[in-house]
C-alpha cells in the first residue's frame, strides 16, 4: 500500500516561508497525482493545490494561495514539495497530501485515495 509521509511544517512570523515535502515512503509517486489539502480548528478540509502525475504537466491551487504557493514534484525522490511564501495567519491548519492514481493525469482536488498524517503549519507573530 502507498505510503504517505508529510514534512516540513513548523511555526513561522507572517510573511515568512516554509516547504512542505510530501514522500511516498514505498512506491513511486510518478504515477499519482498529488493534493494538498489543509484543516484548520473547526474548519473543514479544504484543498489547496494539486499537480498531476509526471507526464501531465499540470497544476492548480486555491484561489486564497494563488501567487504564494508553488507546487512541485521531483520523482527519482519520490516527493512532492508545496512552496509556501509570504504566509499568513489564516493559512495556520494541519497540511496533508494525498494521491491519486486514477484520471492521475489531470489535476484536481477530488477522488484521492492515499493520505498521509499531516504537519502543522503555524503562522503567528
Known amino acids: 500500500q502507498l505510503q504517505l509521509v508529510e514534512s516540513g511544517g513548523g511555526l513561522v512570523q507572517p510573511g515568512g516561508s516554509l516547504r512542505l515535502s510530501c514522500a511516498g515512503s514505498r512506491f513511486t509517486l510518478d504515477y499519482y497525482a498529488i493534493g494538498w489539502f489543509r484543516q484548520a480548528p473547526g474548519k473543514e478540509r479544504e484543498g489547496v493545490s494539486c499537480i498531476s502525475s509526471s507526464g501531465g504537466g499540470s497544476t492548480n491551487y486555491a484561489d486564497s494561495v494563488k501567487g504564494r504557493f508553488t507546487i512541485s514534484r521531483d520523482n527519482a525522490k519520490k516527493t512532492v514539495y508545496l512552496q509556501m511564501n509570504s504566509l499568513k495567519p489564516e493559512d495556520t491548519a494541519v497540511y496533508s497530501c494525498?494521491?491519486?492514481?486514477?484520471?492521475?493525469?489531470?489535476?484536481?482536488?477530488?477522488?484521492?485515495?492515499?493520505w498521509g498524517q499531516g504537519t502543522q503549519v503555524t503562522v503567528s507573530s
Open positions: 494525498a494521491a491519486r492514481l486514477r484520471d492521475a493525469s489531470s489535476c484536481n482536488l477530488e477522488g484521492y485515495d492515499y
